[in-house]
């Protein structure tokens, strides 16, 4: 058996380093299969190891199959261990990749897992909040009062749609916010958009079945939708978002049309009224249902926001989507769909099937932050706070003037558009961004059909506004030496 190396000084206990090293020595075919292991007896005189710390070593590595304990005759490797060549004790050969459902291909084939890896929060990173005015100690306080209450019911499995007490505040927080009426039993509270968006076409998508989907638009949705089955249809967004597409061989037959019509992502386009209208009477008349993302509602900077889609829709076809991650913070991963009366019963019973819904001690603590008036306090907070950011991103490329980037203002939503000359790649640029301690998304990214953009994303809404000016000659900084 090779030599033991084992070090006495390390924090890792003396019976753990036995087991890597042995487990180790067995998978690379230092001892073999079959092969007898020296008693320990042996091993405590050879290498003055504990009897009991060999024997709680071997006892692990045989729970985990690698060795076998024959009475009267010792310890020796398995040879039927899986994952070992018999006679060699070399790993096997990794197994061919497993045979995936269409669904399970869409998804595994079509994003990098490491899309999702946890980011720094950086100058330019889009899609995150100020969270460095989060209220940690109103929330914290909230938080103990919750714990100090926990009873049974709350401990238990939630209840069908969410916790009662946070529907009812959503209700009044979207009346409110967005003039949107609704009753708490049409309210589903999820973890995010993201699962609202799963449950939604689990529910109404059969294989193959069509969605219309703004270009460009958020990949990660796409996929999701394509993962459950479905076919995405692209729909391109012009100055005033997506408008309803001619009838056609594409067209037909689509059950479902995904817009962000409030602030379109990525664009920023708000779409207005009459087009609204005729994509209420295109659900009408296909029998179909629109599904509003009202991404980015709560921070306009130009005026008012326009009513929800749902607020105008008397024929129950719109599913109305929003999420507290753009208000509070991503990880909070708390949701929540109005449905119309007639989809709300079924999606309750699909997310019960499904997940049993959300965390019910952090749905009180979100109620309660609520129906306090914390919420109103804090957006009020950060929209004063967007402004600032927003202007010193606008002015700092104003005061720079580079040829290399050309910005667009958008008036809502806590990112801007910096279109790039047709020789820079936007793909081509984030890599350079990054070691500059900078981040973008590349607006190419998120287009299906169109080849017409390129263009970095640039969040502001994470970066105070005294950082914003000397990152805004970063960025332009590497452009030029991209040039």
Not at 34 to 46: I, N, V, Y
Not at 418 to 424: F, I, M, N, R, Y
Request: charged share 20%.
């Amino acid at each position: 058996m090779p030599f033991l190396q084992l070090d006495r000084t390390s924090a890792t206990p003396l019976y753990l380093q036995l087991v890597q090293q042995l487990r180790r020595m067995i998978r690379d075919g230092g001892i073999k299969p079959g092969q007898k292991l020296p008693s320990t007896r042996w091993l405590k005189e050879h290498h003055g190891i504990a009897r009991s710390t060999l024997v709680a070593a071997f006892e692990q590595l045989a729970s985990e199959g690698y060795l076998q304990s024959r009475t009267g005759s010792g310890t020796f490797v398995n040879p039927e261990f899986p994952g070992l060549h018999p006679g060699t004790g070399i790993a096997a050969e990794a197994p061919q990749p497993p045979r995936l459902s269409q669904r399970g291909r869409a998804a595994a084939e079509g994003l990098d897992p490491t899309y999702f890896d946890p980011v720094r929060v950086r100058p330019f990173l889009a899609n995150v909040p100020a969270i460095d005015l989060f209220p940690h100690k109103i929330w914290g306080r909230i938080e103990n009062r919750i714990r100090n209450r926990l009873d049974s019911t709350m401990m238990a499995y939630g209840q069908p749609g969410g916790y009662a007490p946070l529907r009812a505040a959503i209700c009044d927080h979207v009346l409110n916010r967005r003039g949107l009426k609704c009753s708490p039993g049409q309210v589903i509270v999820t973890n995010g958009s993201q699962q609202s968006l799963n449950l939604i076409a689990a529910l109404l998508l059969d294989p193959g079945g069509r969605v219309l989907m703004e270009d460009p638009s958020s990949p990660v949705v796409r996929l999701s939708f394509q993962a459950q089955g479905g076919t995405v249809v692209p729909v391109r967004v012009n100055e005033t978002g997506a408008a309803v597409p001619q009838d056609g061989p594409q067209t037909d037959g689509a059950r479902l049309a995904y817009l962000t019509p409030s602030c379109q992502y990525p664009l920023g386009a708000v779409m207005p009224i009459a087009q609204r209208l005729e994509w209420m009477d295109w659900a009408r008349r296909r029998d179909a249902w629109l599904i509003e993302d009202d991404l980015d509602n709560e921070f306009m900077f130009g005026g008012r926001p326009d009513p929800a889609i749902y607020c105008d829709d008397h024929q129950g076809r719109t599913i109305y989507v929003s999420s507290f991650n753009n208000a509070l913070f991503p990880s909070l991963r708390l949701g929540f769909i109005i449905a119309p009366p007639a989809l709300a019963r079924p999606l309750m019973a699909l997310s019960a099937i499904t997940d049993r819904g959300p965390n019910t001690w952090l749905q009180a603590v979100l109620a309660e932050f609520i129906s306090e008036g914390h919420l109103s306090t804090h957006m009020r907070r950060m929209h004063s706070a967007y402004v600032r950011r927003r202007r010193a991103m606008i002015s700092s490329f104003d005061r720079i003037a580079s040829p290399h980037v050309s910005l667009r203002q958008n008036t809502s939503g806590l990112r801007v558009i910096a279109d790039l000359p047709p020789g820079t790649r936007d793909l081509d640029v984030l890599s350079s961004l990054d070691s500059r301690g900078l981040s973008a998304y590349a607006l190419s990214y998120y287009c299906m059909q169109r080849r017409d953009l390129n263009g970095l994303l640039l969040g502001f809404g994470c970066t105070h506004e005294d950082r914003i000016p000397a990152a805004v000659e970063e960025l332009c900084a590497c452009l030029c030496a991209l040039a």
